[in-house]
């Protein structure tokens, strides 16, 4: 009972308002393309309150959620304005703790530490869950949506309901899919026009046997890093290439260390937000 109240905070707090910044804060606006929208279709809303202060008193014995995930902008956010709805709308009853800046671990060391009970909620993207789901290795196939419409439709559909499913069987319950972005190739200092320019490429990749496999199959050297060495790995040309979001490579500052910025929207990389069995 208790995690479908976790999950309904989320559907109006995350769903609801999808958060998609930019760096800046701006006044909550409504969107004229809302209210156009079909039923079917997902609008993106800004909501970038200045403070999440949810202004309610926690009482004595509230129940404190330990909400783990990395350091995107974006999906601290979103972990912040769920605590404010979760405080809201539990009265002062339910709050969550939350550790950014992958603090508690990489994003498989949060999953695992998710299975076995020791954090509550965790915020990981698709690909290192599918090390506990092989399931999930199907959105890592190349060029499987050239919309975000369509990833929006197939992870709300049957095939996104089938992998929450097969992530139960794991100790993990799928609370939310939440947006995070199409994948795009950065380099250091080689101009990419053609797959012949990838031949020897160091990447930095997350670890995924299917993102492996596939820049080996481009002829790029692959090496799976964590996200928060990255920019070092970039700055000593341990590697010279990777591949984020557009947001996140800008927020990540990689253009101090890149020049070059590709816009090869290669895989649709959606967060999954996670609750511990």
């Known amino acids: 009972m208790l995690k479908k109240v976790i999950a309904a905070m ?11 910044g930019c760096g800046d804060k701006q006044a909550a606006t409504s969107q004229p ?8 279709e997902q609008v993106e809303v800004t909501v970038t309150p200045e403070k999440f202060d949810s202004g309610v008193e926690l009482q004595k ?23 404010m709805l ?6 002062g009853t339910m709050s969550a703790d939350i550790y950014t ?14 299975q076995f009970g020791n954090y509550d909620i ?20 190349p060029w499987l949506f050239e919309t975000k419409q369509q990833a929006y439709d197939v992870l709300d559909g049957p095939v996104g309901q089938a992998l929450g499913e097969g992530l139960e069987g794991k100790g993990l319950k799928l609370l939310q899919w ?10 250091t200092d080689r101009k990419i026009e053609t797959v012949d320019d990838l031949k020897g490429l160091k990447i930095r990749i997350m670890e995924n046997e299917i993102q ?57 990389s959606p967060y999954l937000i996670v609750m511990s069995l």
């Open 10 to 20: 989320l559907a109006m707090g995350v769903t609801a308002a999808m958060l998609t």
């Open 33 to 40: 393309d809302a209210a156009q929208a079909s039923k079917t």
């Open 61 to 83: 014995d509230c129940i404190r959620f330990i909400y783990a995930l990395g350091n995107a902008p974006a999906t601290i956010d979103a972990a912040n304005y769920f605590k």
């Open 86 to 91: 979760l405080e809201q709308k539990s009265n």
């Open 101 to 114: 800046d992958n603090v508690l671990g990489s994003e498989r060391e949060l999953l695992e530490g998710c």
């Open 122 to 141: 965790v915020l990981a993207t698709n690909a290192p869950v599918a090390s506990f789901l092989d399931d999930m290795y199907v959105l890592d196939i």
């Open 178 to 187: 939440q947006e995070n972005s199409f994948r795009n190739l950065s380099t």
């Open 212 to 268: 492996l496999a596939t820049w080996k199959a481009y002829g790029a050297n692959p090496t799976p890093m964590a996200f928060t060495e990255l920019f070092t790995a970039l700055q000593q040309r341990t590697v010279d290439g990777q591949d984020n979001g557009a947001e996140l490579t800008w927020q990540s500052k990689f253009c101090e260390v890149q020049k070059y910025f590709i816009e090869t929207r290669h895989i649709y």
